[in-house]
């Protein structure tokens, strides 16, 4: 199985083919955005130039300003939250469950105040929060739901594909992503409002865009006096090339998720009958499309026994697994310009995100994009072989 196969370079050498030319050059956007948007059961989809773009512009269509709170993981990467901080407003940190990793809906309630306007979900690492009670929450505080799912394409909750619960769902096409362009994002709503304000922000306020029409034509422009810019904007629109490659992997997009699936499976049995590793929990009803394959080391001193189990598993021919990033607001910039801010309340502390403390510096995540299932198989034997010698130890 290959990552990048004939279909992708096929569409993407059409478009140089074309060589860029203006009558030309939305064709894939517009395809890649019309099959995105049947996917996903969504009235409309907005291509981007990247996944934090995506959650910028959903956030300023939301109508987030300086002052307002976001409500958003402490455990994830830290571009879930930078996008708040750029449109001036706050984030507010919540905390995780210790069996899913995903964001608590209770701790997203415990974090509400006068001034929050929006929560920000993450399905992590390829998991679903507990999405009923989360838009029972945002319900019944009136609050826009935005969904950052940058590693969770085609998973699932109860039976609705994740994507399908926010005012806004937001993916990433990065090149470590389930699909890639090598970069891009995709922003969908059913809201044509806020659909037609995405565009507007995602193309430099022009006044010929829409929900549904992300070019301007010739014939619109070419006039001296054409207004073109009713409101303000950035210019994060989704290059051709992007779209291109991005329309192959949509084609291809079961069989890409089918095979990360498939090696988290192999992982499920190499760590069987052992409890020095957990595994993230994937409840009932609950469909993991595995971004990763993500542990937690059960260790009362992780800042050395992270290291000595790393160290004992690329020994033993490992390729090395991820860390999990620093809580966001662990991060310099958070602690050092975000911290003093005159209406930040809460302390960047320990105590902020306890569970998310915990887990972060236990987690062990294996990748799961083999393209050969016979390496994923033998990564699988040496993670067998690294639990034993260390337990050994």
């Known amino acids: 199985m290959e990552r990048i196969y004939d279909l992708e370079k096929k569409y993407v050498m059409d478009v140089l083919d074309n060589a860029f030319e203006t009558s030309k050059n939305s064709i894939y956007n517009n395809k890649l955005e019309y099959e995105f948007a049947d996917m996903f059961h969504s009235r409309f989809a907005i291509g981007h130039c990247n996944g934090t773009a995506t959650l910028h512009v959903a956030l300023l269509a939301c109508g987030v300003k ?44 415990k974090c509400i105040t006068p001034k929050t306007k929006a929560v920000i979900t993450v399905s992590l690492y390829g998991l679903a929060p507990d999405y009923d009670k989360i838009v029972e929450v945002c319900k019944k505080h009136n609050l826009y739901l935005i969904e950052d799912n940058a590693e969770c394409f085609l998973g699932k909750y109860k039976d609705k594909l994740v994507g399908e619960f926010g005012d806004f769902a937001s993916f990433s096409f990065q090149a470590s992503k389930h699909i890639t362009a090598g970069e891009g994002g995709m922003l969908i709503t059913n809201n044509e409002e806020l659909a037609d304000r995405a565009r507007r922000f995602n193309c430099l306020g022009y006044a010929g865009v829409n929900a549904k029409q992300g070019k301007i ?17 950035y210019n994060y629109r989704m290059s051709e090339l992007q779209a291109a490659c991005a329309l192959g992997q949509i084609e291809r997009a079961e069989e890409l998720v089918a095979r990360r699936i498939e090696v988290a499976k192999i992982f499920d049995e190499a760590i069987k009958g052992q409890t020095l590793l957990k595994r993230q929990a994937e409840p009932e009803g609950y469909v993991n499309s595995y971004w990763s394959y993500c542990l937690v080391l059960d260790t009362e001193n992780p800042d050395v026994d992270w290291y000595k189990f790393r160290d004992i598993f690329q020994k033993n021919g490992g390729d090395g697994y991820y860390a999990a990033w620093k809580l966001s607001y662990n991060e310099p910039a958070y602690q050092n310009v975000l911290q003093p801010i005159d209406g930040v309340w809460q302390k960047f502390d320990e105590n902020c995100c306890p569970n998310a403390e915990y887990l972060q510096k236990r987690m062990i995540q294996l990748k799961t994009n083999y393209w050969n299932l016979e390496e994923a198989k033998s990564q699988a034997e040496i993670l067998k072989k690294t639990i034993a010698e260390y337990i050994s130890k």
């Open 66 to 109: 300086t002052g307002d709170e976001v409500i958003v993981p402490a455990l994830t990467m830290s571009s879930t939250s930078i996008p708040v901080v750029l449109c001036g407003a706050i984030p507010v940190f919540a905390d995780s469950n210790l069996d899913t990793f995903e964001i608590s809906a209770d701790s997203i309630e």
């Open 217 to 233: 034509t010739r014939n619109d422009i070419q006039d001296p006096n054409y207004s073109r810019h009713i409101s303000f904007g």
